[in-house]
């Protein structure tokens, strides 16, 4: 192990940085990977549906909302089955990116985060193959609007959420949703579909270039996807039981609470004072992340593992029983518990949200909530505001951050409130 001197206190590194830089490339590679395929599917799909419409080819309105009738739709050269098949390789790509890392770690010889990572995978596949097949299916499968004006719409909004998502750790989903049922009259479950596939997108698009960049810590986002993914399946299947409108007015209320300690340290960089928690050396937690404003790596410390491990859970409840990514409660419990540096929760934050959701996305999916013409638009508008957030990200401080997420975790807060109270 080597060290790195911060605020008079020894933080201990990983001593071999080219295999831990190997590991980095490999889950990148990955992601970016997995974006650039399904763009490429979805793409094409929605050329091909809106060739067919212009030429009159086109004489059904429906969308496959199993794998079996994707597959039916795919032999017969179905527009909206490739979509869906493009939509399915991003929800797909969280659970191979896990997959792989444990192969990663593996050649980095680390063998607490390939059994890490394994149980997180297992829980993945026990949540889209077991609960998402229990659960059944109660949406529709019949097309909303697949009118090439609504498609455009629909991506120029989705831009702006993947570049706000990306930029505070959140999945867009909270400005889908609002979007989506107050501008374009979806249907409620349509748009909960949707901001599934956005929490997704971000989280791919976002992190492909944090994980090259090393803004994200891997170690911290691998231990907490355990809390989260049980969370969301906990959340998926108290959804059946649960009444919706009263978890919205109790999720908004703990959220303007809780970013109570964000406005008394608006004007904080780094944190500062911070120890690390006896299982953070353990586990290897602490780690530098590159300043691109000092030009310089800057080390941090990992406290209050329990604290943030609980809250995590939380965040993945919250996420299973309300089709969200729940990324505000992500980046409070490492920034406030954990005393991560902002930057570092942020983008720590839209690692984890990808797999939180594709916990959750199989359920959807076999509801039928997933509309490939509105989650088309949505997966590529965020896809490209993602990778515009994730540039800028490196040029702003911690504190510029900052006061972009507080205001934004207000909205969020309101939005929860407002959707609990039936205002929107």
């Not at 939509?87 to 444990?102: C, D, E, F, N, Q």
């Not at 989903?173 to 249907?187: E, M, N, Q, S």
């Not at 957030?389 to 510029?400: D, M, Q, W, Y």
């Amino acid at each position: 192990m080597t060290t790195e001197t911060y605020n008079n206190k020894v933080t201990l590194l990983p001593s071999d940085d080219s295999l831990i830089r190997k590991t980095e490339l490999i889950i990148s590679g990955v992601l970016r990977g997995g974006v650039l395929l399904s763009v490429a599917v979805i793409l094409g799909g929605v050329i091909y549906l809106y060739v067919l419409k212009l030429v009159g080819g086109l004489h059904h309105a429906t969308y496959p909302d199993s794998l079996g009738a994707l597959f039916a739709g795919l032999i017969r050269l179905d527009p909206l089955a490739i979509i869906v098949l493009g939509l399915m390789i991003l929800l797909a790509t969280p659970v191979i990116r896990v997959a792989v890392s444990i192969v990663a770690f593996a050649i980095e010889e680390d063998r607490t985060y390939v059994i890490i990572t394994t149980l997180v995978l297992v829980i993945l596949l026990f949540s889209i193959f077991g609960v998402g097949g229990w659960l059944g299916r109660s949406g529709s499968d019949i097309v909303q609007d697949d009118t090439p004006t609504f498609f455009v719409l629909v991506l120029l909004s989705s831009f702006f959420a993947g570049v706000v998502g990306a930029l505070v750790g959140l999945g867009g989903g909270v400005f889908i949703v609002p979007i989506l049922t107050l501008v374009f009259h979806v249907p409620f479950t349509q748009a909960i579909g949707a901001s599934i596939v956005s929490v997704i997108a971000t989280s791919s698009g976002a992190a492909a270039a944090y994980v090259r960049d090393r803004m994200t810590n891997l170690r911290v986002g691998m231990f907490l996807e355990i809390a989260t993914t049980l969370g969301a399946i906990c959340g998926a299947l108290l959804s059946t039981f649960l009444n919706a409108q009263v978890l919205f007015i109790v999720f908004g209320l703990v959220l303007l609470i809780s970013a109570l300690p964000l406005i008394m340290r608006l004007g904080e960089e780094l944190p500062e004072g911070v120890k690390n928690h006896k299982w953070a050396e353990k586990l290897r937690l602490p780690s530098t992340y590159p300043d691109r404003r000092t030009q310089a790596d800057v080390p941090y410390h990992v406290a209050h593992i329990k604290s943030g491990f609980s809250m995590m859970y939380v965040a993945g409840l919250m996420s299973g029983l309300l089709g969200i990514g729940s990324g505000t409660f992500k980046v409070l419990a490492m920034d406030t518990a954990m005393r991560l540096p902002m930057k570092v929760s942020t983008t720590t934050s839209n690692f984890m949200i990808g797999v939180t959701a594709a916990a959750s996305a199989g359920i959807f999916f076999q509801r039928g909530d997933i509309d490939p013409v509105i989650a088309a638009p949505v997966a590529l508008g965020v896809l490209l505001g993602a990778t515009l957030g994730a540039k800028l990200i490196t040029r702003l401080s911690n504190v510029r951050i900052r006061k972009i997420f507080v205001p934004v975790i207000g909205l969020v807060a309101l939005n929860m409130l407002a959707r609990g109270f039936g205002w929107l």
